[in-house]
């Protein structure tokens, strides 16, 4: 079977993409390489959204939520939820590996769970891949250790421990607040000289307070150079003042992601400045046929793209593809 329409990718965006799919009659496939939104289930356990619950909504569907926030909880079981009501033909564990341009559309190369291969034809591709599972890496020595991780979920295992938390954004600053909350030593290191602007509003002041205080110590102008077993090794970033060791049971290297090129790269698309991927207004990239929608295409301008507007772009690309199909149907 070739299906009007292959979507790469089953979190909010890639949803909305296949409800709006199955509303134009479109025969389509959601690929997930995890579970159904595997990334929002990544998150840190007690995460809360920067936004109200309407922002987040796909398909019509309301998100109900106690606070005017939703947190990970809600969403896990409103998207959940969403792709059992609209019966959506959802793939999951199924990652797609490469798509090759074939002369009907496109043959996409998958592996599934169980180690299998197999291949899926479909005439559009929408890639809407996210961003959070590539994290920015470091480069040091020992960042791949097991005392080491890109990502936070909850502070109890860490109650007692030394914790160190490298970077000031958002993910660091959650993390550094739940861990001291937690009861775990915490200290923050940055590079920059002050947290990041992007904190959010009610979070920021919250950082800075305990950091005043003392509870959460901080070091800034300050790179992590090197993770060793029991401590890491702290250079500051003026290079003319000497290195020196922190104690540390446990690290967090919270610097922020990236959209993962790869899929789009091996196919044809082109990228522009800072990876941003070649498209047009209806998001369809230099490779007729190729969409790509949500922060997928937006290489390291991942602060551009959040659910609220990655949806958009999911309506605006199915439109696209419906009036490209039904054109090419009218000219057989």
Same mark, same amino acid.
């Given at each position: 079977?070739?299906?009007?329409?292959?979507?790469?990718?089953?979190?909010? +965006?890639?949803?909305?993409?296949?409800?709006?799919?199955?509303?134009?009659?479109?025969?389509?496939?959601?690929?997930?390489?995890?579970?159904?939104?595997?990334?929002?289930?990544?998150?840190?356990? &007690?995460?809360?959204?920067?936004?109200?619950?309407?922002?987040?909504?796909?398909? @019509?569907?309301?998100?109900?939520?106690?606070?005017?926030?939703?947190?990970?909880?809600?969403?896990?079981?409103?998207?959940?939820? +969403?792709?059992?009501?609209?019966?959506?033909?959802?793939?999951? &564990?199924?990652?797609?590996?490469?798509?090759?341009?074939?002369?009907?559309? %496109?043959?996409?190369?998958?592996?599934?769970?169980?180690?299998?291969?197999?291949?899926?034809?479909?005439?559009?591709?929408?890639?809407?891949?996210?961003?959070?599972?590539?994290?920015?890496?470091?480069?040091?020595?020992?960042?791949?250790?097991?005392?080491?991780?890109?990502?936070?979920? $909850?502070?109890?295992?860490?109650?007692?421990?030394? +914790?160190?938390?490298?970077?000031?954004?958002?993910?660091?600053?959650?993390?550094?607040?739940?861990?001291?909350?937690?009861?775990?030593?915490?200290?923050?290191?940055?590079?920059?000289?002050?947290?990041?602007?992007?904190?959010?509003?009610?979070?920021?002041?919250?950082?800075?307070?305990?950091?005043? $205080? @003392?509870?959460?110590?901080?070091? %800034?102008?300050?790179?992590?150079?090197?993770?060793?077993?029991?401590?890491?090794?702290?250079?500051?970033?003026?290079?003319?003042?000497?290195?020196?060791?922190?104690?540390?049971?446990?690290?967090?290297?919270?610097?922020?992601?990236?959209?993962?090129?790869?899929?789009? $790269?091996?196919?044809?698309?082109?990228?522009?400045?800072?990876?941003?991927?070649?498209?047009?207004?209806?998001? $369809?990239?230099?490779?007729?046929?190729? %969409?790509?929608? @949500?922060?997928?295409? %937006?290489?390291?301008?991942?602060?551009?793209?959040?659910?609220?507007?990655?949806?958009?772009?999911?309506?605006?690309?199915?439109?696209?593809?419906?009036?490209?199909?039904?054109?090419?149907?009218?000219?057989?």
């Amino acid at each position: 079977m070739i299906f009007d329409l292959a979507i790469v990718g089953g979190g909010p +965006v890639g949803l909305a993409a296949a409800i709006e799919a199955k509303r134009a009659g479109l025969s389509y496939v959601v690929l997930e390489k995890g579970c159904v939104v595997n990334a929002i289930f990544d998150y840190p356990t &007690y995460m809360t959204f920067f936004t109200t619950s309407e922002l987040l909504e796909v398909g @019509g569907h309301p998100l109900v939520s106690s606070r005017e926030k939703p947190d990970r909880k809600d969403a896990l079981t409103y998207y959940r939820l +969403v792709a059992q009501r609209e019966n959506l033909n959802l793939l999951q &564990y199924h990652e797609v590996s490469r798509i090759h341009p074939a002369p009907a559309g %496109f043959t996409l190369e998958v592996n599934r769970k169980d180690g299998s291969d197999g291949v899926v034809e479909a005439r559009r591709v929408i890639v809407a891949t996210g961003y959070y599972d590539n994290p920015h890496i470091l480069g040091i020595p020992g960042e791949d250790r097991e005392n080491v991780s890109h990502y936070y979920t $909850e502070a109890h295992p860490f109650w007692g421990l030394k +914790v160190t938390v490298i970077g000031a954004g958002n993910s660091a600053a959650d993390a550094a607040l739940e861990l001291y909350r937690g009861g775990a030593k915490v200290t923050l290191v940055h590079r920059g000289s002050e947290l990041r602007k992007s904190i959010k509003y009610w979070v920021r002041p919250d950082l800075e307070n305990r950091i005043k $205080e @003392g509870s959460i110590i901080a070091h %800034f102008e300050s790179r992590v150079v090197e993770i060793l077993q029991d401590r890491v090794i702290v250079q500051p970033v003026d290079l003319e003042s000497p290195a020196w060791e922190l104690e540390t049971d446990f690290t967090f290297a919270l610097v922020g992601y990236t959209a993962n090129t790869d899929l789009l $790269e091996g196919a044809g698309v082109k990228l522009l400045e800072d990876r941003l991927a070649q498209m047009n207004e209806h998001f $369809e990239t230099n490779v007729h046929g190729l %969409f790509v929608c @949500g922060s997928a295409g %937006f290489g390291d301008r991942t602060n551009q793209v959040f659910i609220e507007n990655g949806r958009i772009h999911a309506l605006a690309a199915v439109a696209e593809i419906a009036r490209q199909l039904q054109l090419q149907e009218m000219r057989v």
